[in-house]
């Protein structure tokens, strides 16, 4: 049986997911932007049209939003975290067989539908998803996970599709891959796109038709694998449990320059406890934790930027973990600066059921300590995070991102549920 692939992506994710809560928003231009509202990360259509660009800084787009009433939104990621998960669960009945990509794209696999019949599957799809959760999708359908990104970009961009594409017939295959520019293939990343473009590969029909020794002996055994994607053999198969991760990081600008000592503890305790949070829900350990600090770039102030790391007997303990960070981050601390930015991270990742430990190390406490992080977890999910947290991390916290035009968390939060005055 011929493998079929669909890569189902949702469009604008972070604006759609706004305009689901605010419909009168469904033909306005919306932005949505970065932590500490830094710059822009997602757009409507409308938005793009007004030339509002992706990436742009947000004080440099001012005189746009204000000449064309573009609503803008501060990065609800709870929220749009839990509409990620309903998509997902929609998509999930629709095969058993899913991979969860990104936060707004995943792959199902359609290798038990007739070709004949695959038209009207990725269309239903794409009705249930939004009958289901107000969220619009694309499909693309291919006998490969390239052919499928390809096919989702042409269902995104040409309205004529209606939002569903596929590149399963050769002859349509050919045409679409001709009007593929090689930079947009997937897995071609901007230095391999401007060699293959110096060596006269401009398309990614003529990628697709590159000699494999070519392939070989100037670029890597990956982008070979791209090429046969492109023929039509899959080599890329769905990863349905997503790989634990091997390090987990929180870092973030502050709403305002720190220069207080007890609030960079503050921070520091913050960010280490969320990313502990991460940890145990992969059920892993760290041992090794590792922290920076850094001021602005720019300004007429030296900058100052240092980290620092240590190992620790491995551990999912928020206490422990926010402990050995503090006091990491005493020692990289200059007073009299102003800070713009700290992080954290945690390494050398283990499962928590499998530690392999030093002879002389301290083993990992699994019983009671484990225990408690596990209930603070479960009660923070049901009630809304940071219900419970530790006194390390401050009450306050008016060092923390700034957030001036965030929505609210309409469906995880009781007493931020949507109104409707009637």
Known sequence: MSKIFALVDCNSFYVSCERVFAPALRTKPVVVLSNNDGCVISRSNEAKEAGIGMGAPFFKCQDLIKTHGIKVFSANFVLYGDMSNRVMSVLSQFTPHLEVYSIDEAFLSLDEIRTAELDDYAREIRVSVKKQTGLPVSVGVGSTKTLAKIANHIAKDHAETEGVSHLTDENVIERWLKATPVREVWGIGRNKAAFLQENGILTAWELRNAPDDWIKKHLTVVTLRTVWELRGTSCLSLEEAAPDKNAIATTRSFGYKVTDLSEMLEAIA????????????????????????????????????????????PTGDTSQLIKTAQTLVQRIFREGLAYKSCGVFLMNLMSANNEQGGLFEEKYDGSRKQSLMTAVDEYNRNTGRGKIFMAAEGLGKPWYMKQAYKSRMFTTRWDELLEVNV
Do not use: C, D, M, W
């Open 270 to 313: 913050a960010y280490t406890s969320k990313s502990a949070e991460k940890l145990r829900r992969q059920n892993s350990i760290a041992g090794f934790v590792q922290v920076y600090v850094e001021t602005a770039r720019h300004g007429n102030k030296p900058y100052y930027y240092n980290s620092a790391g240590a190992g620790l007997p």
